[in-house]
């Protein structure tokens, strides 16, 4: 076994020690995947024998890295980052990027000033990549990002176009067995809250439910939009019982806007699931407290923030990773 050198180890003889690539080398110290259990233990074995340490600022003179990737939202306001989603995935990504010497900044581009604020520092190279959320028809930010020239991610799929690098959930397949659900238990005019039109989540979703009416033999049920805010859930659900007071179900684009759905049902007399069934989307933790507690398609939230990180990572280390569409689960709880 050969000494440990008196200056720092490099990753290039922490790969050859382990008799490794550079690339798988970096993918171990990264958290990586697609690595074996041998190749891991060996990477982890010789980073111990030569007390390799990942070096972030001397990286940084050499690359011009700065050790900083972005997680941009677009939203209408601070609140957003209020919404369990949004936090959720920002745990995820936190949680993929703890093993590197990656830090994770947080920017809520709601205004044309913040759009610019972010353009600079994208720009100026104040970050090494990217990761875009919640993107909104022809989102400004998706085009700041592209100018930016730096890796950049999707969580969620943006309204137009598809992105060589993304992690989504499968919004109208989860959409449309929540709806199958439905059908199964006997409810047959099923009314849908959806979301944003102006996106490619509330779209998909739009679509699932529209085509399990359609396998079921059943003619297209009332629809009424709302924002994914509990709110515009509550106001939908008003609309729809003007509309068609005879349904007797509803699916709801996400759970925040199935809490404020179940809400008016209640103010209207009508018992849940008795009279309406409800059906939220996300598994957030709003969905155990609502009275009854509210049956839902689980997506896996955390792992979308955790792989689009890993994506990233990947990229920024050289590989070429493959995109992500994660699937959903029926959570059958008392709503329907």
Known sequence: MSPVPSRPPT???????????????????N???????????AVERA??????????SARALATRQTGVVVLAVSGDGPEVFGDPFFAQVIVGASAALEKTDLHLMLSLATNDHGLRRLQ?????????????????????????????GLPTVFIGLPLHGTPPHYVDVDNAGGSRAATEHLIRAGRRRIAMITGPGDTAVGR?????YAEALRLAGLEPGATAPGDFMEASGAEAMRALLSARPDLDAV??????MAAGAMR????????????VAVVGFDDMPIALHTDPTLTTMHQ???????EAARILVDLLEGGQPVSVILPTGIVVRESA
Request: no cysteine; hydrophobic share 40%.
């Open 11 to 29: 990753l290039d003889e922490v790969a050859e020690r382990a008799g490794v690539s550079r690339t798988v080398a970096s993918r171990v110290i």
């Open 251 to 256: 699916v709801a684009a996400n759970d925040n």
């Open 300 to 306: 896996p939230v955390q792992s979308l923030g955790r």
């Open 120 to 148: 600079t520092f994208l720009q100026t190279r104040g970050a090494d990549g990217v990761m875009l959320v919640a993107t909104r028809g022809a989102d400004p930010l998706v085009d700041v990002a592209a100018k930016s």
């Open 204 to 208: 998909e979703r739009l679509r699932g």
């Open 264 to 275: 008016v049902l209640r103010a209207a007399g009508r018992t849940v699931p008795g009279d």
């Open 47 to 56: 980073i111990r024998e030569l007390g390799y340490t990942p070096n972030r």
């Open 31 to 41: 958290n990586g995947p697609n690595v074996s259990h041998a190749k891991r233990d």
